[in-house]
């Protein structure tokens, strides 16, 4: 089996070390990679959003699957896009990747299913987000709708803090 993992990070680094011990893979190639990524797997420069780009080279490639590390494409539909043309990957649906891409859509699920989660409000307007925040007081997390890689969460113990993070 030849495996493609699509990205450039640790976690695509992590993929392909691992993916590669399994006795049924026969190679793993990966775009667009990194360094480490280069001394384990030919890497291709294809930038991880570049979904046609990624169906070529896996048709290209005679990939037989696919492995999607970044959230990016997820959300934007490649695992949608790889089935249409009848590729094999792993990932879910840019309709299930909305949980990942939404921090809103995630949290309005949870509050719908009864799921276990902190209090939460939504808002478009930073006036309103700041008398939330003065209201509930600190300490508070706030975090931004939307893909951020894990970097717009600001953990607030002043409600000064929280204000700069709005």
Request: charged content about 25%; glycine content about 10%; hydrophobic content about 40%.
């Amino acid at each position: 089996m030849k495996v493609l993992v699509v990205g450039s990070g640790g976690r695509e680094h992590t993929l392909v070390w691992k993916i590669k011990q399994s006795t049924r893979v026969k190679e793993v190639i990966c775009a667009p990679g990194n360094g480490g990524i280069l001394e384990l797997a030919k890497c291709f420069p294809i930038k991880a959003n570049d979904i046609q780009g990624l169906i070529n080279l896996a048709q290209n490639e005679s990939v037989d699957l696919t492995v999607i590390g970044p959230e990016a494409p997820l959300v934007e539909g490649i695992v949608d896009e790889f089935e249409k043309s009848g590729m094999r990957i792993f990932g879910p649906s840019a309709k299930a990747a909305q949980i990942e891409g939404s921090k809103a859509f995630a949290n309005d699920l949870m509050k719908k299913y009864n799921i276990p989660t902190a209090d939460f409000e939504v808002f478009e307007e930073e006036g309103k987000a700041k008398e939330y925040i003065k209201h509930k007081g600190a300490p508070i997390v706030v975090k931004a709708d939307g893909l951020a890689a894990g970097k717009r969460a600001v953990v607030c113990s002043r409600i000064e803090d929280a204000f700069d993070a709005v």
